[in-house]
Nanobody, 118 residues
Framework: QVQLEESGGGLVQPGGSLRLSCRVP????????VRWYRQAPGKEREWVAT??????????????YYSDSVKGRFIPSQDIDKNTVYLQMNGLGSDDTGVYRC?????WGPGTQVTVSP
């Protein structure tokens, strides 16, 4: 089973920023969308954002998209040379606390903890 590599979580104060990274195996990076999910304690897993695969046709629409709860604050991006997808998270609040995981096809990262607290 192929596993993705995540990093970048941590403790941050309300209003602060973090950038998560998800490294995808080279043989997968070009052909699969990468999705970010999070799960807060006691809650179900929630989809957060998606970065379209580099091979996707522009006719499919937005290159990246995200849930309403993070729109305007979270920004997905990619570094094709590093096979890495990023999730820049700004204006963090307590509702953003949780374990964040990236997913590509059937592969997942182990998760990285994000804690927003004074």
């Amino acid at each position: 089973q192929v596993q993705l590599e995540e990093s970048g979580g941590g403790l941050v104060q309300p209003g602060g920023s973090l950038r998560l990274s998800c490294r995808v195996p080279e043989f997968m990076f070009n052909d699969y969308d990468v999705r970010w999910y999070r799960q807060a304690p006691g809650k179900e897993r929630e989809w957060v954002a998606t970065s379209r695969r580099p091979s996707a046709s522009p006719s499919l629409g937005a290159y990246t998209y995200y849930s309403d709860s993070v729109k305007g604050r979270f920004i997905p991006s990619q570094d094709i040379d590093k096979n890495t997808v990023y999730l820049q998270m700004n204006g963090l609040g307590s509702d953003d606390t949780g374990v964040y995981r990236c997913n590509a096809y059937t592969s997942w990262g182990p998760g990285t903890q994000v804690t927003v607290s004074p």
